[in-house]
């Protein structure tokens, strides 16, 4: 079992551009999360889903939209990417022992 | 909103001390978990705590959660090398649907 797999590991942006970060587990869970790390201020939740199909926002959600492919597929979109963006990005996953599972991380540089 | 606080920030100790990192939050928590980030790494799941003034220990690390369910602390005996790393708690005022982490404590071991 892969777990939680994130992709791309790296990423390098300029202001305006936009991309989408790719999550997938395969661990049959049901509820996803995407998190940024910043330095001093630990994991912020930006979106999360609870099952297939929903969507919520979590603390930091402006500037992002996410999609629930389908049960195992979890992405992270930008828009119009901003240098206040420049984060660490991780996803997660929850079993029913509410332990989360996180990936490898996406570490995004945006010029 | 609610809010988790973790202290210090910062702690530099000799191998073989003791290390302590306290959390508290401004609402009363259903649950606590306690997480582990080494240097470069993604966060890993140590301990989940449930009812009021449970202490559990897992080899050199002790978790306990206060009698209000509003603060909890990981104490580590007898610091190693491999201990290094940030460790954050994270609560939920409900299910652990959506965790609230706390800005992490970064501890460094000087051997």
């Known amino acids: 079992n892969a777990g939680v797999t994130q992709t791309p590991k790296f990423q390098v942006l300029k202001t305006g551009q936009s991309m989408t970060l790719q999550c997938a587990q395969d661990?049959?869970?049901?509820?996803m999360y995407w998190y940024r790390q910043d330095p001093g201020m630990g994991l912020r939740l930006i979106y999360y889903?609870?099952?297939?199909?929903?969507?919520d926002k979590g603390e930091v959600p402006n500037g992002y939209n996410v999609s629930r492919l389908n049960k195992r597929e979890f992405s992270l979109r930008l828009e119009s990417a901003a240098p206040s963006q420049t984060s660490v990005y991780f996803c997660a996953s929850r079993d029913r022992a509410d332990i989360q599972y996180f990936g490898a991380g996406t570490r995004l540089s945006v010029l | 909103g609610q809010q988790v606080m973790q202290i210090p920030q910062y702690q530099h100790v000799q191998e073989g001390e003791d290390f302590t990192t306290y959390c508290n939050s401004s609402t009363t928590l259903s649950n606590i978990q306690w997480y582990k980030q080494r240097p470069g790494g993604h966060p890993v799941f140590l301990i989940q705590?449930?009812?009021?003034?449970e202490v559990k220990k897992q080899k050199r690390l002790t978790f306990q959660f206060g009698e209000a369910k509003k603060n909890s602390s990981l104490h580590i005996t007898a610091t190693q090398t491999t201990d290094v790393g940030t460790y954050f708690c994270?609560?939920?005022?409900?299910?652990?649907?959506?965790?609230?982490f706390g800005s992490g404590t970064q501890l460094t071991v000087l051997p």
């Open positions: 889903s609870a099952s297939e199909g929903t969507t």
């Open positions: 661990m049959n869970h049901n509820s």
């Open positions: 705590l449930v009812k009021s003034g």
């Open positions: 994270a609560g939920s005022p409900g299910s652990a649907r959506q965790l609230t």
